[in-house]
T-cell receptor, first 112, second 114 residues
Framework: GDSVTQMEGPVTLSEEAFLTINCTYT??????LFWYVQYPGEGLQLLLK?????DKGSNKGFEATYRKETTSFHLEKGSVQVSDSAVYFC???????????FGPGTSLSVIP | GAGVSQSPRYKVAKRGQDVALRCDPI?????LFWYQQALGQGPEFLTY????????KSGLPSDRFFAERPEGSVSTLKIQRTQQEDSAVYLC????????????FGQGTRLTVV
């Protein structure tokens, strides 16, 4: 079945460092891909998405590019801030509705 | 309301007790989803409604789990004879249309079975 794999955390970075969180997926069809973020004490929020190959999703300085040839959707940010500390989930949706399959999450801590 | 609202936020149940978890989706949202998130894990799909119709319940872990959305708005997830392995955060999400649209998540109900 469909699945999502992402790098294990926790990840600890200094403020202004470059961030990459790797994500790869397995799907039978042609899924849409997402990154969700869960800030401490808050609900899941959609961070960005991409619906077809070579699409780049971007939001709040984060970017991810849909790479069909490598079945990947790595999350990047050029300069992280303390406020980016959260758990990040890579996810996919393949069905005609929005059933979403999530990866296990990667915890990010950014220290001043 | 402005977002997806879930109640209660926290629930402690004794093993064997029945519980009911409520979800108020964003007004007008057609699709509604329930997910289960164990500690340190990603959310796992439980069930999906399109209006009042339950179109997919493939993720419900056992027949002790039951969900309904009788009028196509508020939904209730019921767990009968709770067991310790049911302890998790239960998330509700809704989206406006069928198709790859953005789903909005509630803050969840944290269920602890003791």
């Amino acid at each position: 079945g469909d699945s999502v794999t992402q790098m294990e955390g926790p990840v600890t970075l200094s403020e202004e460092a470059f961030l990459t969180i790797n994500c790869t997926y397995t799907a039978t069809g042609y899924p849409s891909l997402f990154w969700y973020v869960q800030y401490p004490g808050e609900g899941l929020q959609l961070l960005l998405k991409a619906t077809k190959a070579d699409d780049k999703g971007s939001n709040k300085g984060f970017e991810a590019t849909y790479r069909k040839e490598t079945t990947s959707f790595h999350l990047e940010k050029g300069s992280v801030q303390v406020s980016d500390s959260a758990v990040y989930f890579c996810a996919l949706s393949e069905t005609s509705y929005d059933k979403v399959i999530f990866g296990p999450g990667t915890s990010l801590s950014v220290i001043p | 309301g402005a977002g997806v609202s879930q109640s209660p936020r926290y629930k402690v149940a004794k093993r064997g007790q029945d519980v009911a978890l409520r979800c108020d989706p964003i007004s007008g949202h057609v699709s509604l989803f329930w997910y289960q998130q164990a500690l340190g894990q990603g959310p796992e799909f439980l069930t999906y409604f399109q209006n009042e119709a339950q179109l997919d319940k493939s993720g419900l872990p056992s027949d002790r789990f039951f969900a309904e959305r009788p009028e196509g708005s508020v939904s209730t997830l019921k767990i009968q004879r709770t067991q310790q392995e049911d302890s998790a955060v239960y998330l509700c999400a809704s989206s406006l249309v069928r198709g790859p649209a953005e789903a909005f998540f509630g803050q969840g109900t944290r269920l602890t079975v003791v």
